[in-house]
């Protein structure tokens, strides 16, 4: 069977064939529900916000214009939807300034964990991290966001976006290294 794209779905859902949105929402559910769950750090808070960004895709859907990706509007969606509720429950957020760093991305250099671990080590240190700077790192590592398309998601500028990837991965680092040095503690 051939594997439609979501533009298909789209079009289907647009031309009044609703019962094809849950293609999308099959294809999301997942990380829509990963962003909300980070953001707002409560189970049915998060499973609330993620059925809400659904409904609010799903009634905005004849104003995607494709001019971004799909999953960049529903994540951008979602986010949103996700602040406006913290913002509701009087939580705030602090962005960095904007501040210049070059352009190539880096990427996390895991070779110093065994790989059979590396996925135990890496999920315990992203469990450590505030929700904006998980959402970053799930966005770019695991969904492939490009920077642009994380700023659009997020509202933050490109350059911003870079400086707090850049940051994180050197948190990261920083979170693994210790985990290392207290497993080898534990072993001697």
Same mark, same amino acid.
């Not at 962003?35 to 009634?59: C, G, H, T, Y």
């Not at 501040?99 to 999920?123: C, F, H, S, T």
């Given at each position: 069977?051939?594997?439609?794209?979501?533009?298909?779905?789209?079009?289907?859902?647009?031309?009044?064939?609703?019962?094809?949105?849950?293609?999308?929402?099959?294809?999301?559910?997942?990380?829509?529900?990963?962003?909300?769950?980070?953001?707002?750090?409560?189970?049915?808070?998060?499973?609330?916000?993620?059925?809400?960004?659904?409904?609010?895709?799903?009634?905005?859907?004849?104003?995607?214009?494709?001019?971004?990706?799909?999953?960049?509007?529903?994540?951008?969606?979602?986010? =949103?939807?996700?602040?406006?509720?913290? *913002?509701?429950? &009087?939580?705030?957020?602090?962005?960095? #300034? /904007?501040?210049?760093?070059?352009?190539?991305?880096?990427?996390?250099?895991?070779?110093?964990?065994?790989?059979?671990?590396?996925?135990?080590?890496?999920?315990?240190?992203?469990?450590?991290?505030?929700?904006?700077?998980?959402?970053?790192?799930?966005?770019?590592?695991?969904?492939?966001?490009?920077?642009?398309?994380?700023?659009?998601?997020?509202?933050?500028?490109?350059? =911003?976006?870079?400086?707090?990837?850049? *940051?994180?991965? &050197?948190?990261?680092?920083?979170?693994? #290294? /210790?985990?290392?040095?207290?497993?080898?503690?534990?072993?001697?």
């Amino acid at each position: 069977m051939e594997k439609k794209d979501d533009n298909y779905y789209i079009e289907k859902v647009k031309n009044g064939q609703a019962n094809y949105f849950s293609y999308i929402v099959d294809k999301y559910q997942d990380i829509v529900f990963s962003i909300a769950l980070k953001v707002l750090r409560n189970r049915e808070d998060a499973e609330e916000m993620a059925q809400e960004s659904f409904v609010k895709a799903f009634r905005s859907l004849h104003s995607f214009k494709g001019k971004s990706k799909f999953s960049t509007w529903l994540y951008r969606i979602t986010y =949103n939807t996700c602040i406006s509720e913290t *913002r509701k429950k &009087k939580h705030h957020f602090i962005f960095t #300034d /904007d501040v210049q760093i070059r352009d190539e991305a880096e990427e996390l250099n895991l070779d110093g964990i065994p790989e059979e671990n590396r996925e135990k080590y890496v999920k315990s240190a992203l469990e450590k991290l505030p929700e904006d700077e998980y959402t970053l790192v799930l966005l770019y590592y695991f969904e492939d966001q490009s920077v642009d398309e994380i700023s659009r998601i997020t509202g933050l500028t490109a350059s =911003n976006v870079k400086v707090k990837l850049h *940051r994180v991965r &050197k948190k990261l680092y920083t979170i693994l #290294d /210790d985990m290392l040095k207290e497993e080898l503690y534990a072993i001697l």
